[in-house]
């Protein structure tokens, strides 16, 4: 029999009514009630993630998520700050660097030269050979700092650049032995020869004004075998010079011998031509100037020592 | 109505609801279409009250478990039951008295069914929440921006329901709804 509307209960006529309003009523609950909905949603979800959860995926894969716009800002805020730091903190790298190089080429000075009074005052080059047609090189160092004409200019205490010949108080201008207006300087060749202890040949060089400086060295015999003592290419060549040079400079390395030819101008003498290990002395971006204690300027371009 | 071939369908489109939102919505306004609206709009437009009523309830119901509300100060989020519920059910009873005014038939009146629906129900669970709000102060609601995201899902829900439509409409038949079916000798009504 079928049932009619008044036997239906009072339930089952308004089930729907009931329903909403008890959900209305949970809805109203406060928060921590209504844990327990958590643990209904949970097989509700597992139960549609067999279509939802491939669906999600795909929309992860085509449409990755964006941060929003204030997450985008910050984002880009923190980025142009790691920028910012990462920078800061190579540029610290690079100076500690260049602190601990100098401060072991200013040992290394001392050491090499324990009886001579001078204060290593390293600089940068302002403007180079390019700049100044002249090869002149202009340093930001000036009488302030102790530097006066004759101040010898070196590339970390070991290879002579030149000698300053203009200074004022914040600035001096360092002519390098290459220019062809530096003048000759005398020099000592140190002769190795194998089993043999090192022989020093002196001689005057000129520059050539193609980076490299030319002279002749002394005729010398060996003792022992009473053969000449010729220079080899390869060999190093220093600075001895004491009547133009002060003291802080001598020994300092000029270059090493690039080719050997007999001398024109006298047959039993070699001529050699010798290159500065840096290739352009003009062109350095920072020098160590040998600031001596005492006046030791000497007038620029003088005559260099004969063999 | 068969309840069966009723919880398949709906099985199929919360997936579909749940997995698509994420690529469908707009930005980050919350504007994304509805799938499950469209079935009710369809059980309405040719179910008995009695079964349009408690299908909307029903859908309501799941959705309420299945969307969970953000809580106030970043607490977490909290499922309350009632805001969809509700509002699929008074929803519901709209577009049955309104179906008489369109041609059931025709996808483009389930799209229009659906988006005036979507949009009273969602108006009203935006007010439940904020009754809610009113009396436990507890749950992250702004209406300004929520409201416009309730708008815009209406009409995006407007606009996909019609391609919805061209799937459902011949499908109905399996859910039993006969009456969205042509009848070669009888009179439409």
């Known amino acids: 029999m079928m049932k009619t509307y008044s036997s239906q209960s009072f339930f089952s006529r308004n089930a729907v009514a009931i329903v909403a309003g008890g959900a209305a009523l949970l809805g109203l609950l406060p928060a921590k009630w209504l844990g327990w909905l958590g643990g209904v949603r949970e097989p509700v979800a597992v139960l549609v993630a067999p279509v939802s959860g491939p669906l999600q995926s795909l929309s992860g894969w085509l449409r990755p998520a964006e941060p929003t716009h204030a997450e985008a800002q910050e984002l880009r805020q923190l980025r142009e700050q790691r920028d910012t730091f990462e920078r800061l903190y190579l540029q610290s790298l690079e100076d500690i660097r260049k602190l601990e190089t100098m401060s072991a080429d200013m040992a290394r000075f001392r050491q090499a030269n324990p009886g001579v009074r001078v204060d290593p005052l390293v600089r940068s080059v302002i403007a180079d050979g390019g700049d100044l047609s002249s090869g002149i090189v202009k340093v930001r160092a000036g009488t302030s700092d102790g530097v006066t004409t004759g101040t010898v200019a070196t590339v970390r205490g070991e290879h002579l650049v030149g000698r300053v010949v203009t200074v004022n108080g914040k600035t001096c201008m360092v002519q390098p032995i290459t220019t062809k207006s530096a003048g000759a300087l005398g020099v000592v060749v140190l002769v190795t020869m194998p089993g043999q202890p090192t022989r020093g040949l002196l001689g ?46 001598q020994n300092l390395l000029v270059g090493t011998v690039e080719s050997i030819a007999p001398s024109p101008s006298d047959p039993n003498r070699q001529r050699i031509v010798v290159k500065p290990r840096i290739a352009r002395l003009d062109r350095v971006g920072e020098v160590m100037l040998l600031v001596t204690a005492e006046p030791g300027s000497v007038p620029g371009g003088g005559s260099g020592g004969t063999p | 109505m068969t309840w069966v071939g009723f919880a398949l369908l709906t099985w199929v489109l919360l997936g579909l609801e749940l997995g698509l939102r994420r690529m469908l919505e707009i930005g980050s306004t919350g504007i994304a279409p ?77 799209g229009l069914m659906a988006m005036a629906g979507h949009a009273i129900a969602g108006i009203l669970a935006l007010f439940f929440l904020f009754i809610r709000k009113w009396i436990q102060g507890d749950v992250a609601i702004g209406a300004g921006a929520q409201l416009l995201a309730v708008l815009g899902s209406a009409v995006y829900t407007g606009l996909i329901a019609p391609l919805q439509g061209l799937v459902m409409i011949p499908l109905a038949s399996t859910i039993g709804l006969q009456s969205l079916q042509q009848r070669r000798f009888a009179r439409t009504r």
Request: neutral net charge; contains cysteine.
């Open chain 2, 34 to 110: 509805s799938f499950v609206f469209p079935l009710i709009a369809l059980v309405a437009m040719a179910g008995t009250p009695g079964m349009v009523h408690r299908a909307a309830l029903i859908l309501g119901l799941l959705m309420d478990l299945l969307s969970p509300v953000a809580l106030a100060d970043g607490r977490g989020e909290v499922v309350v039951l009632g805001p969809c519920a509700l509002g699929y059910l008074v929803a519901a009873h709209f577009m049955l008295n309104s179906r008489g005014l369109i041609v059931r038939r025709n996808p483009l009146s389930l």
């Open chain 1, 204 to 249: 005057a060089l000129k520059p050539v004004g193609d980076g490299t400086l030319a002279g002749d060295v002394k005729y010398e015999l060996d003792p022992t075998t009473m053969a000449p003592v010729t220079p080899r290419v390869g060999d190093n060549v220093r600075l001895r010079d004491d009547e133009s040079w002060p003291s802080a400079a």
